[in-house]
């Protein structure tokens, strides 16, 4: 049997075909290898000023923060909170409903909670809860709400609370404001329980000296 035979042209021309194809291939993928590079790059550049920019308004809200909680309690201030923290609940909603008209005693609470230490979102947010109210207080809220308690979340002492740690700690969330407060109330019970029982541990060594 005669088998079929290629003209030499015929392989040159298929040869310069494969070599062609395979140089534009290389072209093509050297190109978008370029654009992907260069997209990089302006993605990088892009990130950096973000970046560069929250890193002054940190700084910036840092030093307010500083500033605001050198400033002297004034006498104004102190006469217009009442004694804390509010021993009860009527005495809390009955200072929140406050809040909600007196612009100036809202002001004079941010200023408050401005000097509450915390080195941290939670910690801050804790201290600040314990600086506004009793843990027996504490006991008659919940988070959610209940028929027979109130939700934290209906009052405008909560709303103040976390503009503070907002303005305080930049990182800080909606959903770790929640968490942490949730938590606050969950426990109260146990935090009373729990200095009753150091109460008594130190009243039971006292009477044995």
Request: a positive charge; aromatic letters at 8%; hydrophobic letters at 40%.
């Amino acid at each position: 049997m005669e088998m079929d035979t290629v003209a030499p042209h015929e392989v040159q021309r298929s040869q310069a075909l494969s070599k062609a194809a395979g140089v534009a291939t290389n072209i093509t993928a050297g190109q978008a290898f370029n654009q992907i590079l260069s997209e990089i790059r302006t993605m990088n550049d892009v990130y950096q000023s973000m970046f560069h920019t929250l890193t002054e308004e940190i700084i910036s809200l840092r030093n307010e923060v500083s500033q605001l909680r050198a400033l002297p309690i004034t006498e104004s201030e102190s006469n217009l909170l009442p004694a804390l923290p509010l021993p009860t609940l009527a005495k809390f909603q009955e200072f929140d409903q406050k809040l909600l008209v007196e612009n100036d005693l809202r002001v004079n609470l941010k200023n408050f909670l401005l000097r509450v230490g915390g080195s941290d979102l939670s910690a801050f947010t804790r201290l600040a809860l314990r600086r506004i109210l009793s843990d027996e207080a504490s006991t008659n809220i919940t988070w959610c709400g209940t028929n027979d308690k109130p939700s934290f979340q209906s009052f405008a002492t909560f709303n103040v609370i976390k503009e503070i740690g907002f303005l305080r700690f930049s990182y800080a969330t909606d959903i770790d404001v929640h968490k942490i407060c949730q938590q606050h109330f969950l426990h109260a019970k146990d935090r009373i329980n729990k200095k009753l029982k150091t109460k008594t541990k130190k009243v039971n060594v006292n009477g044995t000296i």
